[in-house]
């Protein structure tokens, strides 16, 4: 919607979660599946959980990169309050290494290299308040780096009944896993490829750690995921590969879970890839749904297939154009033709919003920051 707003750079040092000592004043952040053995002075692989003295921090605490309102279909998320905006904010730094980074200016930059402002928890839900978003989405980078910051805007959010969205590669590890994502109200998971190979060579991660926090997301969750595949010309768009990836998210996730397909466009070390032909988008998504997946979207691109279809009688029930939300024919989370219900958060999931002062919270996000230009 707008571009990123970044702001003056500032260093805020918070004792992070998730480490433990080891000898000769290392540390050991098991955070994620790196399990990063960090030496005095120095930074884990996504440069801002750093020893100092022995003791980590994070460096992402409360010092965002990045900020900006967004509808939530660019998330994307296509079944959690559809047509409504999303305050949207990320850091510097990042778990993976993926070669075709859309956000890389943040995600593979050290905190000192970008520019940042100090902004705690409570002022990011007065923000959000300010500018009219029913969300909070953690993104542009990943958000499990800066799990302790997502924790307490999460706290402070739901006091005022705002959503709380990860927008997430899923590398965390399970004793981090329910520690962020029990406060979590939706998130979309990028699953980048269904090969090994793609992960060690293109992110330089793993593939199984990712599939298995998409099962802990089903199985001890009430958190609404849906799931984004970048299909890349010549690394992951063999439609044999696209299949396989239906397979397992209908034997492992169930068939209602939405699946977005997404087209590529060169940017930072694959720029000599091109961008993503809409036919290879149509053919993954017939796959998908020959398999037996109900949601099935294409994104990146203007198509028909942003729309979201009832799998019982084929209606259309939300009709969008690109990010925008132009027809929700939805009656009471259910279509409207056949009555046949569709599976999402179609109401704020926290019900009604607790008897605070909107016009207040206004009032001093107006105060500390002024009406920023997002």
Same mark, same amino acid.
């Given at each position: ?8 750079? &500032? ?15 290392? *540390?050991? +952040? ?16 996504? !440069? ?8 980590? %921090?994070?460096?992402? %605490? ?17 079944? !959690? ?16 290494? +993926?070669?075709? +980074? ?7 930059? @050290? ?12 002022? *990011? ?48 590890? %399970? ?49 609404? !995921? ?41 940017? !930072? ?16 998504? @017939? ?24 799998? &019982? ?24 033709? +056949? ?12 019900? @009604? ?22």
């Amino acid at each position: 919607m707008q571009d990123l707003k970044i702001f003056q750079k &500032s260093e805020t040092l918070h004792e992070g979660r998730w480490w433990e000592p080891e000898a000769g004043g290392k *540390v050991h +952040c098991y955070l994620c599946p790196r399990h990063c053995h960090i030496g005095t002075g120095q930074s884990g692989f996504c !440069f801002i959980r750093i020893n100092r003295a022995g003791k980590l %921090y994070n460096l992402g %605490y409360a010092s965002p990169a990045a900020i900006q309102v967004d509808p939530i279909e660019k998330k994307p998320l296509n079944h !959690f309050l559809p047509g409504t905006t999303i305050f949207s904010m990320g850091t510097a730094g990042c778990n993976m290494g +993926c070669f075709f +980074c859309q956000n890389w200016d943040i995600s593979k930059s @050290k905190h000192d290299q970008v520019h940042s402002t100090r902004m705690l928890p409570e002022d *990011v839900v007065l923000m959000a308040i300010r500018y009219g978003c029913p969300s909070i989405a953690f993104t542009y980078n990943e958000p499990t780096i800066w799990g302790e910051y997502v924790i307490d805007i999460c706290q402070a959010a739901k006091s005022y009944g705002l959503n709380t969205v990860m927008v997430t590669n899923g590398y965390v590890t %399970y004793e981090a896993f329910h520690d962020i994502y029990d406060h979590i109200d939706a998130a979309n998971v990028d699953l980048k490829a269904f090969t090994e190979e793609f992960y060690g060579r293109i992110t330089l991660t793993h593939l199984k750690p990712v599939l298995e926090t998409l099962e802990w997301l089903k199985k001890e969750t009430n958190v609404w !995921f849906e799931i984004t595949n970048l299909i890349i010309p010549t690394l992951n768009d063999d439609p044999r590969e696209s299949r396989r990836l239906a397979e397992w998210i209908l034997d492992h996730l169930g068939p209602e879970v939405p699946l977005h397909f997404t087209a590529f466009h060169p940017d !930072f070390k694959l720029r000599d890839k091109p961008n993503t032909p809409p036919a290879t988008l149509h053919q993954a998504r @017939k796959i998908a749904r020959e398999v037996g997946l109900h949601y099935v979207y294409e994104g990146n691109i203007f198509s028909d297939a942003a729309n979201t279809l009832c799998p &019982s009688c084929g209606g259309v029930v939300i009709r969008r154009s690109w990010h925008k939300v132009l027809e929700n024919r939805l009656k009471n989370g259910a279509c409207p033709e +056949c009555g046949h219900a569709v599976p999402g958060r179609w109401t704020n999931p926290h019900g @009604k919003t607790p008897p605070k002062s909107y016009e207040r919270a206004r009032e001093v996000a107006d105060e500390k920051y002024g009406a920023l230009n997002l």
